[in-house]
């Protein structure tokens, strides 16, 4: 019985004293319970100090513990006392922090059960430090771990006490979790207030500034200082943009949210684009309280937006309109000139030869001679003209041309004027000149497309009369069109269909009249058309790329008719096959001429290659490497149509050739012309001193006949010797025929 009095003695004592302690230490959190509670406690604590002072009964002592007890399981924080690494004492409120159904279950469990692993050693260390007397009070907030495994935060603060005789840490503990959450958001609202790269402007209910962030300065130049406390432009607005500012207001009113774009002025009075998102904020009432705008500087973007614009209706080479430009601006002009009564003229402009430069000097040099031919047009147009690039090296020109005014005529004179002469590009100088067909509104067509097909058309047709012209559409020009896509579809089935045939003219000597070599001259025999000749479709098949199969198919069709020939012992010199540019840049040359002589069996030596002089001066070294490779296997080399290309007689010397054929336009003209005859006679003169044999080609009067023998010609091939033929009319007319002279 006095062991039990001893023990509540004890525990009244030192109730009273964690009481006072607690009370002084919960004293932050209780704040707002001791403004509903202040009496009562007063009341309590006299009452309690009066009874201590008196109370030497045991009846007494428990009354007291009874009413500290109820006093601390009813405190809306948490109680406790830690001693020996334990929970010595818990409330209700502790048990109810950390998860546990009752003070009881908290008593003797370590605190390592009730602390977050990476908290532990922090909180031990705050232990020791009040045990060891180093603080007398601490407070500190950590992460205790409740009994489901959840980590909570705690705001604790305590000292050291006497618990049972022993040394013990009591305590004050208080959920913070909510708080520390919201301080972390609200750091973390702070970082991003600050940091965000778009400007920020809090405003009250009547626009005024509140807050803005670094953001806002940087975008608008104007400082935190300056802007707070005035009213915000974006929301408000000048002049015209006051009423766009009224109605977002109104807008905000009711759906709590705007956005658009609208122009505002930097410190400095630069105007910019901005993307401005507006919400609201409402107090418990629903009255807006604030604004906060969110804005970006949409400068680049704008100009972003522009240049894609740009480039999508722009040529990024040239800067010219590409042809969705070019359509839609020629769209608006036909709607303006129908309205207007007046008439537009569209040229459609392709640079000559520009595929040489491109292959020969590379994309670089193609590309640098289109920029450089673009601003030659430019420099010929007026104003209100329109330039468009279509792609490749195809132009456009739009332009107002009044009835009867000539007007395109004369600017397709100086744009052919202006493209002949030289270029400079890369430190070569280069040629180039333009075809040009014209087509007018509305005469030749009423929309866009119908012009510019028309336009085509004739440039075209400017090509076919030898280029480096203009023409303007005619209407039997589509017709035109129309026969030489039908003559592309068929040229096309041509080969499979077996449709090709070689005719042969004959080649004499001069000097003894004896056949000496034959040529092999392509012929179609279209099965509705009949025998279609070489100039028909030979440029077409050039344009498609045919002409390489084709070349192939004559190679290996003249080989064989050559090794017949040479079977049958018919001496017939050589048979000459002629080589297109495209043929002779193709890269299985080599080995389709290897193939047609290996198939037949004809003698290499017996196969005359002609190349015309353009082609192999596009690209003079590539071609002195070819010729050499097919010299090598045995075949001779003739340049043909010789004197019509742009190299001097000194060139040849460069070129493994056997013979050059004379340019049939030079033999017409003798020997009554006396130009003719001097390039005649001159070309003969060189040739013979650097070894070569000479062919004269077109010879049709026997007067030319006896010029070319007397002038030291070796060979004449010509009308009066024999047109082109079959192969059997040909060995029918000359097979065993020797003539004493070709006079």
């Known amino acids: 019985m006095q062991s039990n009095v001893s023990r509540n003695r004890h525990l009244a004592a030192l109730s009273l004293g964690i009481c006072l302690g607690l009370l002084v230490l919960a004293a932050p959190y209780v704040a707002a319970w001791l403004r509903y509670t202040t009496a009562p406690i007063l009341v309590l ?5 009066m009874t ?9 002592l428990r009354e007291s513990e009874k009413k500290f ?9 948490g109680l406790y006392v830690i001693q020996d690494g334990r929970v010595a004492y818990a409330n209700n409120k502790t048990a109810q922090l950390l998860s546990y159904d009752g003070p009881d279950e908290l008593i003797g469990v370590p605190l390592e059960k009730l602390t977050a692993p990476e908290d532990l050693p922090k909180l031990l260390e705050n232990h020791r430090k009040r045990l060891d007397g180093e603080v007398t009070s601490i407070r500190y907030t950590y992460r ?84 707070v406390g005035k009213l915000s432009r974006m929301m408000t607005g000048q002049g015209a943009q006051a009423k766009i500012n009224r109605d977002m207001l109104a807008h905000l009113a009711s759906d709590d949210h705007w956005q658009g774009e609208m122009r505002d002025r930097r410190k400095n009075g630069e105007w910019y684009p901005a993307w401005l998102s507006i919400s609201t904020v409402r107090d418990a009432d629903r009255n807006i309280t604030n604004y906060v705008g969110v804005f970006t500087d949409n400068t680049r973007r704008k100009q972003a937006e522009s240049r894609l614009q740009f480039l999508a209706s722009h040529d990024s080479l040239t800067g010219m ?130 012009l510019l097909k028309n336009a085509d058309v004739a440039m075209y047709r400017a090509k076919q009369r030898g280029r480096n012209t203009f023409q303007f559409f005619t209407s039997d020009m ?55 000749l070489p100039g028909t479709f030979i440029t077409m098949a050039e344009q498609n790329g045919l002409i390489v199969p084709i070349g192939a198919w004559v ?23 002629n080589l297109s540019a495209r043929q002779f840049a193709s890269d299985d040359l080599l080995d389709t001429i290897r193939a047609a002589l290996d198939k037949s069996g004809l003698p290499p030596s017996m196969l005359e290659l002609e190349i015309t002089e353009s082609t192999i001066m596009q690209s003079p070294q590539e071609a002195i490497s070819l010729l050499g490779k097919l010299r090598d296997m045995g075949v001779a080399l003739s340049i043909d149509d010789f004197g019509t290309g742009y190299s001097s007689l000194a060139s040849l010397k460069q070129y493994p050739l056997d013979s050059l054929k004379i340019d049939r336009s030079f033999v017409k003209g003798t020997p009554d012309d006396a130009d003719d005859v001097a390039i005649t006679e001159a070309i003969i003169a060189i040739a013979r001193k650097m070894g070569l044999k000479v062919v004269a080609e077109g010879v049709e009067t026997t007067e030319q006949a006896e010029f070319l023998r007397a002038a030291g010609c070796d060979l004449a091939q010509g009308f009066l010797f024999g047109r082109p033929a079959s192969a059997s009319d040909l060995e029918r007319q000359w097979r065993g025929v020797r003539l004493a002279s070709v006079a």
């Open 45 to 49: 604590l006299i009452w309690f100090v």
């Open 52 to 60: 201590a002072d008196r109370a030497q009964s045991d009846v007494a």
């Open 69 to 77: 007890r109820n006093f601390f399981e009813q405190s809306l924080v």
């Open 144 to 227: 205790a771990l409740r009994r489901d495994g959840q980590r909570v935060w705690v705001d604790v603060q305590g000292s050291a006490c006497i618990y049972e005789g022993r040394p013990a840490v009591m305590g004050v503990a208080l959920d913070v979790t909510r708080q520390v959450a919201f301080e972390h958001q609200s750091r973390l609202a702070n970082r991003v207030f600050d940091s965000t790269s778009e400007g920020i402007v809090i405003t009250d209910a009547e626009c005024r500034i509140e807050a803005v962030n670094p953001a806002f300065t940087r975008i608008t130049g104007y400082g935190a200082e300056e802007a």
């Open 321 to 450: 309109i590409n042809r969705s430009g070019l359509m839609a601006k020629f769209s608006e002009e036909i709607h303006r000139a129908a309205l207007d009564n007046r008439q537009l003229a569209l040229l459609f402009i392709d640079l000559d030869r520009f595929k040489t430069v491109n292959d020969t000097l590379g994309h670089l040099a193609g590309d640098q001679l289109l920029v450089a031919a673009a601003e030659r047009m430019r420099q010929q147009l007026k104003g209100s003209d329109v330039a468009a690039r279509l792609g490749g090296d195809e132009f456009t020109v739009l332009l107002n041309d009044p009835q009867s005014s000539g007007a395109a005529a004369k600017l397709a004179e100086r744009l052919i004027a202006a493209m002949g002469q030289p270029f400079m590009i890369g430190g070569q100088e280069m040629f180039v000149t333009a075809s040009i067909g014209v087509a007018c509104y509305p005469a030749d067509g009423t929309d866009a497309p119908t």
């Open 478 to 532: 589509n017709t035109l069109a129309f026969e030489q896509l039908l003559l592309e579809n068929s040229l096309r089935r041509a080969i499979e269909r077996s449709e090709f045939e070689l005719h042969y003219q004959p080649q004499l000597s001069t000097a003894t009249g004896q056949l000496a070599g034959i040529e092999a001259l392509i012929r179609w025999r279209h099965p509705e058309l009949g025998l279609v």
């Open 555 to 577: 190679l290996q069709e003249a080989c064989r008719q050559g090794k017949a020939w040479h079977d049958a012992g018919w001496e017939f010199g050589h048979i000459a096959v």
